[in-house]
């Protein structure tokens, strides 16, 4: 239902799934597992997959440990890397031209960090006319109680609500397992 004419394809849209993103992240095995069978299951399909890669010079510097993506992903030289330098992963980047050019006018989204850039490309997506699929149990968050944040499982488990709640005219947003995905 995308208001993008002639966009009829899906891609899987992974996002800052990195060295330093990943460290204590909430569940990190069992999103990184299901994050490899997302995109396995894109490949099955010929559904396009596009890794997001953020950086910045305080925390995450270009061509660092911490900046490179981790290693067990199962990327193929052929994927698109978008880099970023904000938390929706469409500003200033090319992951426009990147849907445009494959007919995509519905992103399936993955990675980390829950209450930062995975929420912001989520809406980033929606107010650019894409129906958006959040994979529910493939995002995830880092422990910020300290500052004042709820425990990462209920950011997720709220952005999860929330987004499966979202409504745009002429657009689709829903949240949905890993096994429920489907790439068509």
């Known amino acids: 239902m995308t208001i993008l004419p002639d966009r009829t394809a899906t891609a899987l849209v992974i996002v800052d799934v990195q060295n330093d993103v990943m460290v204590g992240v ?10 490899v069978r997302l995109v396995t299951r894109a490949r099955q399909t010929g559904t396009p997959v596009i890794w ?18 981790l290693e067990e992903l199962p990327m193929d030289p052929r994927d698109p890397i978008v880099h970023k330098k904000h938390g929706d992963a469409f500003e200033d980047t090319g992951l426009e031209a990147e849907l445009a050019a494959s007919g995509v006018g519905h992103v399936v989204i993955a990675g980390a960090h829950t209450d930062f850039c995975i929420r ?14 959040l994979v529910s149990d493939a995002h995830t968050a880092e ?9 990462p499982a209920q950011v997720i488990a709220h952005t999860n609500i929330y987004w499966g709640n979202q409504t745009a005219p002429g657009r689709t947003a829903e949240a949905v397992v890993t096994e429920k995905v489907t790439f068509d």
């Open 26 to 35: 909430h569940e990190r095995e069992r999103v990184v597992e299901n994050i």
């Open 120 to 133: 912001s490309t989520l809406h980033g997506a929606l107010v650019r006319g894409y129906d958006v699929t």
């Open 143 to 151: 422990d910020l109680t300290e500052w004042g944040a709820p425990p």
């Open 52 to 69: 997001v890669q953020h950086s910045s010079e305080k925390e995450l510097a270009i061509g660092t440990e911490g900046w490179e993506l």
